[in-house]
């Protein structure tokens, strides 16, 4: 199985791969998104000169420190399961069911790429939140195909574009990103502060044979807090494969090598679904001192640590009343609003 992975070492991060648990580093300099822009092929071959190489070569996975596999481009994270989706509409707006509209197509946010983690990293718990979340996900990762250009693409031409998959973890401050999303958008904050990514990245041809007839991937995604599960699904339960969701992201824009898209959150993948079936906090919030632990088949797992809250309150300066007087009204108009 092919593994990418960043990783520190005796004073050196490495760009490389993971092979019968050791680390083989590719030369220094090299990152992940070389191999990107290189494409699916052209790594796998890499990968076969290197493991031939130095088989027995490199550090064993215990002895080094796993960084998060990649920086991305962008993160498109979508909303695809339909069993968190109910649950969590529940939760936030305490009103069951699934609105038509997600049928419809699929929607998805972006998030922020330079908050991203790693696995054994500590999550501190963001300003003002105290409905701390994880959220259980397997992300694609893009690569380079020659003679696709990455837009308006149908779905079979945005299969062979994904280069892989990972473990991602879409840490939510959910009271925060309840409030942000009364104003309909968003979530901003409540989503910015952090997600986890990692291992590393298994590329998508060791998981080809687990496709079913409609591209769909039967991977088991179940998630720990403190070693209690919360319970599992399968990423087949998705509302569209992964191919389809590159295809409408490319939609009249771009998608490129470096990408990451998320499944979404599976079925009782999360805390806030389960207070919407629950009607009340059972299981409770994230804590500082909760171990969190994410177990995807076939790829791998990730946990991380919940820190101290950052800061009590909303870091900001509440709106000031402006008015809503067109500009260049007459000297003398009333001014609507204060």
Known sequence: MVKIARWAHAGTVCTGFVHEGRCLALPEHSTPQDLFDAGLEATLDLAARTIAAAPGDGPRVGEVRLLAPLTPRTVRD??????????????????????????????????????????GETIPVPSGCHRMDLETEVAAVLGSVDGIAGTNLAPEEAHPMIFGYTVLNDWSARDVQAREMKVRLGPCKGKDFASTLGPWIVTADELEHRHDAEGFLDLAMTAYVNDEPLGTDSLANMGWPFAELVAYASQDSLV?????????????????????????????????GDRVRLVVEGIGEIENMIGDRRREGVPAVRARRRGRSRAGAPPGAAVVGR
């Open 78 to 119: 979508f909303v695809t399961f339909e069993e968190h989706v109910e649950g969590v509409t529940a939760s936030i707006d305490g009103v069951g069911g699934v609105v038509d509209e997600w049928y419809e197509a699929p929607t998805f946010y972006f998030t922020n790429p330079h908050t991203v983690r790693a696995t």
């Open 256 to 288: 490129q090598p470096g990408d990451v898209l998320g499944s979404g959150t599976s079925g009782r993948g999360c805390l806030a679904e389960l207070w919407g079936r629950n009607g009340e906090l059972t299981p409770p919030p994230l804590r500082t």
